[in-house]
């Protein structure tokens, strides 16, 4: 199983920007996906953006299209997520995942990090 570690979460204001890091201990080749998903306090996990087939294929969650962007790093064994024009209902705890395949219920989805926090300030 792969063991993910996700950092840069963090509070901004409404309009800001953050970058999420994730960090898998093999090769993000060893998983054809590799997504994040967020939860919200009281809310249903929620699927934000996955890369698949070494990046030829990415998806995103409706909430989040043209304002995030996901990516890989091969060769350092990370995805990351930039997040811009955030909003208050950008705040969660998001969690990086690999897997088979994409779903936006998480449900292709093998190994999971411990999550880090995002914090939206209007």
């Known amino acids: 199983q792969v063991q993910l570690v996700e950092s840069g979460g963090g509070s901004v204001q409404a309009g800001g920007s953050l970058r999420l890091s994730c960090v898998a201990s093999?090769?993000?080749?060893?998983?054809?996906?590799m997504a994040w998903f967020r939860q919200a306090p009281g809310m249903e996990r929620e699927g934000v953006a996955g890369i698949c087939d070494g990046g030829l294929r990415t998806h995103y969650g409706d909430s989040v299209k043209g304002r995030f962007t996901i990516s890989r790093d091969s060769a350092k064994n990370t995805v990351y997520l930039q997040m811009n024009s955030l909003k208050p209902e950008d705040t969660a705890m998001y969690y990086c995942?690999?897997?088979?395949?994409?779903?936006?219920?998480?449900?292709?989805?093998?190994?999971w990090g411990k999550g880090t926090l995002v914090t939206i300030s209007s």
């Open positions: 093999v090769s993000t080749f060893s998983s054809n996906c």
């Open positions: 995942a690999a897997g088979y395949y994409y779903s936006a219920y998480g449900g292709g989805m093998v190994s």
